[in-house]
């Protein structure tokens, strides 16, 4: 209750504060002017939406000074007319990316202001107040200190909460706090990490909604990877545009970013203790929108190193949409190519074909631990057996009895000699004594050589062993950090095809470089579905890894809510009549036929209109699409003026025009009938045919009457209105391409079309 609270008080007070119709200060919509001329990518999709009427300021090299600017649409808010009609209908992903920066440089200023200077906090009290409430949900009990009479957060904290410390420099704050244990200290990280993605997502969302932005489901994230040290992936954060160029007026705050934060136990002999790690990759869950809306999925990507290639997973039911960074930009798309620098990919070849194979290779090689192993076995083995049988041999002789011959020995023999050449005297010759000691000498001798080969090879097979065993733990090590990284990056990538630079995934969901929009396709259910980014290591055995920061935006849309002109033309004609009664073009969409003409004078983009008798429609919960399958009423059921005005009818008597401008123009026109069978009367004969040759119905004629109607005053309207708000030249083209086209246009029922006159 106190968080809903306090958003209240939040949103309310920049209602209050609203200069203008958007609900921004006017400080807040001169930044917002300067973020979106400084963001290419915004510029290019919404800048022309933010009409500043001002004075020009430039620097000496002519470059427009934005800086200048500002103040002069703070001081002046007149000078800036934010076009909420027109941005509303750009993509929304791009709208949530605005909106993202606004709220981080919003948080950036009340966190600077609580740390630096008290008296500043009192302008941005609400906007603190919701941001701690948001910290208190998740704040350990010990992180509090009374004050004034009430438990307040410890003032340590806020110290912490500085958006230019890097992980590392947070946790190592965090460690001199010591009335936290760790398991405090890391839910007071986690604590932090929460209330910084719940503001963020709150306030960006508020600000989504006075800049014209519409979602039923409004997701908004920031996160973290890395080895949390302060590496290039901080230096280069957020301040290079898709060209590499460096660039200003953006905010910086790359310790507004979480890291997935995990305890990690270090055992050593003395002692075992804790450390607060970050995750080398953040996942985050979502849903996709269901009810027949568009899933819209905008990154954004901020910090990275361009020597490591930005690898983001978009997964839903086991299959993976890779984005991949390039080397000069921040820009993602599915096209994995990269060059000089190391990617996830490279880092899951080296540990697999590599340090894994040379391990393997080792243990069960060719000339391996195995080989070895066996090798000195069966040396053992033989020697075993050598040993035996000399062993037998020395104990044979002990059973072998001592022996005397009165024939002297050879050694008597010639002791005599050295006798008798002496003149030494007399010798007399003594018996010979046969006691085999010379034999059991020299098998004593081969025993003992035999025992130390045999212990040798049983030592060496032992430390073979133990060598093996270390290296199949440390296979199994690596292998288990291979599975995750195989399961971070997938092994089920979907394939595509790309045109223009938008990519087509085979389940027709959608990726657009210009953008950076994901969109999964309308389904009915709604699906479960994760964004993963990922850290690349420094080597594939190495822990550290640099940073990557990106924010994460998802949010459900209608089906051609980006259509630049959308009219619905509800219940517009009379029953089984087809005259239009009213103009189908109002004032205020003055801005988006001059974007239409402005489109249709490049010739390089192509320029096609689709016309459709859509027949019986249906409601699939979001808009009125065809009935595949229609069952026709003779009359409306009940009382005929009550039910025929139920919204379950009118609603289906629809028709609508669309003006889609993209990497093409296309021109829409629909129209469909409720199911109460028409009684029109045809007399064309052309139409007949058709009516019976493809079974079509005077619905589905009704219809395709009504799409001429449209047709035929699209082009009476814009051939008028582009002389009204063009020169004559510029007017001329466009009449003549229109008109051109529009000649050339059928109108499709069922399986047929037919030519406009035929509707004449």
């Not at 930044?31 to 009409?51: A, E, M, Q, T």
């Not at 703070?74 to 007319?81: C, K, M």
């Not at 000498?441 to 025993?447: N, S």
């Amino acid at each position: 209750m106190k968080k809903f609270y306090l958003l209240i008080v939040l949103f309310l007070s920049f209602s209050a504060n609203a200069q203008l119709n958007e609900g921004l200060t006017p400080e807040e919509r001169a930044y917002l002017f300067h973020v979106v001329k400084k963001s290419p990518i915004l510029n290019n999709n919404l800048g022309r939406y933010f009409d500043y009427q001002g004075p020009e300021v430039t620097f000496p090299n002519g470059k427009t000074n934005y800086d200048s600017i500002e103040l002069l649409i703070i001081n002046n808010p007149e000078h800036l007319i934010i076009r909420k009609e027109e941005i509303s209908k750009s993509t929304k992903g791009l709208l949530a990316e605005a909106s993202n920066k606004m709220a981080v440089w919003e948080l950036n200023k009340v966190l600077l202001a609580k740390r630096k200077n008290p008296n500043n906090l009192k302008q941005y009290q609400n906007e603190f107040d919701a941001f701690e409430s948001f910290l208190e949900e998740k704040l350990p009990a010990e992180a509090y200190r009374p004050k004034d009479g009430e438990q307040r957060p410890h003032p340590k904290i806020y110290n912490v909460l500085n958006p230019s410390l890097s992980l590392d420099d947070k946790v190592a704050m965090v460690e001199t706090m010591r009335f936290l244990d760790m398991q405090e200290k890391m839910e007071l990280l986690e604590a932090m990490n929460h209330a910084l993605n719940t503001y963020v997502k709150e306030r960006a969302e508020i600000i989504y909604l006075h800049l014209g932005g519409e979602a039923e489901e409004f997701d908004n994230v920031l996160m973290a990877a890395g080895d949390g040290s302060g590496t290039s992936g901080l230096l280069e954060e957020r301040e290079k545009n898709e060209r590499g160029i460096w660039n200003r007026g953006l905010p910086k705050a790359v310790g507004l970013f979480p890291y997935d934060l995990k305890l990690e136990t270090i055992e050593s002999k003395r002692k075992t203790t804790q450390k607060i790690e970050p995750a080398r990759y953040a996942v985050h869950d979502f849903k996709t929108a269901g009810n027949n809306r568009l899933t819209n999925v905008h990154v954004d990507v901020w910090g990275y190193n361009s020597e490591k290639q930005t690898t983001v997973v978009i997964e839903k039911n086991g299959r993976q949409y890779l984005l991949f960074g390039s080397k000069d930009t921040r820009f993602l798309s599915p096209d994995s190519s990269f060059s000089e620098g190391s990617t996830m990919q490279a880092v899951i070849n080296e540990l697999e074909f590599k340090h894994i194979a040379d391990l393997e290779e080792k243990i069960s090689g060719r000339r391996g631990f195995d080989y070895w192993i066996d090798y000195n076995t069966k040396k053992k083995n033989s020697t075993e057996i050598k040993l035996q049988k000399k062993e037998k041999e020395y104990s044979d002789l002990g059973y072998t009895p001592i022996t005397t011959s009165g024939k002297a020995s050879r050694r008597v023999k010639r002791s005599k000699r050295k006798a008798v050449k002496a003149n030494s005297g007399t010798f007399s010759g003594v018996p010979t004594t046969s006691s085999q000691r010379s034999e059991r000498k020299k098998l004593q001798d081969q025993i003992v050589a035999l025992q130390g080969a045999y212990d040798g090879y049983i030592s060496k097979i032992k430390q073979l062993k133990i060598e093996k065993q270390e290296a199949i733990d440390k296979r199994a090590i690596l292998e288990l950090r291979l599975d995750q990284f195989k399961v971070m990056l997938g092994q089920n990538w979907m394939s595509y095809i790309e045109k223009d630079g938008l990519y087509t995934f085979e389940d027709s969901s959608t990726f657009d470089f210009f953008t950076q929009e994901f969109q999964f396709s309308p389904k009915e259910l709604s699906e479960d579905f994760e964004i993963r980014l990922l850290a690349i290591p420094e080597s594939s055995l190495s822990k550290n890894a640099d940073e990557v920061m990106m924010h994460a935006s998802v949010m459900d849309a209608e089906p051609n809510y980006d259509a630049r002109i959308n009219l619905e033309l509800n219940d517009v004609f009379a029953s089984d009549q087809w005259d239009l009664p009213q103009s189908l073009f109002r004032d205020q969409d003055s801005v988006a036929l001059h974007v239409f003409f402005e489109s249709l004078l490049d010739k390089k983009i192509d320029f096609n209109i689709i016309s459709r008798g859509q027949g019986i429609g249906k409601w699939n919960g979001v808009k009125t699409i065809k009935n595949n399958k229609p069952e026709t009423l003779d009359r409306y059921p009940g009382t005929p003026s009550n039910s025929k005005m139920d919204s379950t009818f009118v609603r289906l008597r629809k028709s609508e025009v669309m003006v889609r401008i993209d990497r093409d123009i296309v021109l829409e026109v629909n129209s469909f009938t409720d199911p109460v069978r028409s009684s029109i009367s045809v007399s064309n004969e052309t139409i007949l045919s058709a009516m019976s040759k493809y079974q079509l119905s005077k619905n589905d004629i009704l219809s395709a009457h009504r799409t001429a109607t449209i047709m035929i005053a699209l082009q009476k309207e814009i051939n008028t209105l582009a002389g009204t708000y063009l020169s004559r030249e510029d007017a001329t083209k466009v009449i003549d391409r229109f008109n051109k086209v529009w000649r050339k246009t059928r109108i499709s029922v069922g399986r047929t079309s037919f030519k406009l006159s035929d509707f004449e």
